[in-house]
């Protein structure tokens, strides 16, 4: 998958992660008043950074994403235990380079010590950034920041791209394996859809049953087309493991996907229970898609709207125009068009 802002992102993160640590270690000069702030700087460097590229991604994925599916309790425990190794690493490398390099440290075994006061504190900024990292996965880490941010307190008026992903069968296989089993088989499948996304730049809004709402600002999914990138990213996903899921679930699952964009207003609602909501005749209308693209067969349905919207098409999907379609609530009638990629002649079945 290529897409530019993920890779521009990805880069600056290798630079932004060890300010991150070099700010926390001199935070801890500060605090405790002991050490020299360069040494102080490279140790947090050494330990901080690894952590944060954990979080983010870029090394042990695949221990990541198995210790996020675990429950809370078990999800705290393996990553602070992680977080201890790292900071053992960390801190002997760093220890090593004061010592080699700055002749800091009278010798090597004093060098790769580590107080207890600064033990205490890598320990309690990792706990905190596990917990904080957990309620983000919890809530998604767009409504996360935005509810820091405080950006959506005050209805805003937006322009945004949504994605209605519904998951075709869902209801027959509850019928036959029972509602818990059917629980199960759904939330692997939104957890596998949670890499195309984050991929994507987008954000996983709401489950309503068996139908995941993505979105994204245009500029966002527009770029690269990224929308419809995560579609078919998520497709080849499910194709590459679809052994995995057969073993487990005696089936690979299918699915419809709606896309469309336009004006929407955006605002948090709720007090007990705060959540951000989309209001407006663009939602309905992506709503309203996805069941056109049940009638029409069509696994990935795209509004001619969203089309024009997209940077340049990517080469190897394709686009079969469907014509225009009168859906429910919309007195205009609605140009659609099915996308497809180019080396497949059907992606998978769109069956009810």
Not at 156 to 175: K, N, P, Q, W, Y
Not at 299 to 306: C, E, Q, T, Y
């Amino acid at each position: 998958m290529n897409f530019e802002t993920l890779r521009v992102s990805r880069f600056g993160f290798w630079i932004i992660g060890p300010a991150i640590g070099g700010l926390a270690g001199l935070l801890y000069t500060v605090i405790f008043d002991v050490g020299l702030p360069t040494a102080s700087a490279v140790r947090g460097i050494f330990i901080g950074a690894p952590i944060l590229f954990y979080e983010r991604g870029l090394f042990l994925q695949r221990l990541r994403a198995r210790i996020r599916h675990a429950a809370t309790p078990l999800f705290a425990a393996a990553t602070v235990a992680i977080y201890v190794v790292m900071i053992v690493i960390g801190n002997a490398i760093a220890g090593s380079i004061l010592h080699r390099v700055f002749g800091y440290m009278p010798n090597a075994r004093v060098a790769m010590m580590l107080s207890n006061s600064g033990f205490a504190y890598s320990l309690a900024i990792s706990a905190l950034a596990a917990f904080v990292f957990r309620v983000r996965d919890l809530i998604g880490p767009r409504v996360f920041t935005n509810f820091l941010l405080g950006r959506y307190h005050h209805p805003i008026s937006e322009e945004r791209i949504f994605l209605f992903l519904d998951v075709v069968g869902s209801t027959r296989f509850a019928e036959l394996h029972g509602d818990l089993a059917a629980q199960k088989y759904l939330g692997t499948i939104f957890g596998a859809l949670a890499g195309p996304v984050a991929r994507a730049r987008g954000s996983i809004d709401d489950y309503v049953g068996d139908m995941a709402l993505v979105s994204w600002t245009i500029a966002q999914g527009a770029r690269d087309a990224a929308c419809l990138r995560c579609v078919f990213d998520f497709a080849q996903n499910l194709r590459e493991n679809s052994a995995d899921w057969q073993a487990q679930f005696g089936q690979v699952p299918e699915f419809r996907a709606a896309l469309h964009c336009g004006s929407v207003v955006t605002a948090e609602v709720g007090l007990a229970h705060r959540k951000i909501a989309y209001f407006g005749d663009t939602l309905n209308t992506t709503s309203r898609l996805e069941s056109l693209a049940k009638e029409l067969r069509t696994p990935v349905l795209v509004s001619r709207d969203l089309l024009k919207r997209l940077g340049e098409f990517p080469r190897d999907l394709v686009t079969n125009d469907l014509g225009s379609h009168h859906v429910r609530g919309r007195q205009e009638a609605l140009c659609v068009a099915a996308v497809q990629e180019r080396s497949e002649t059907s992606l998978y079945s769109a069956g009810s």
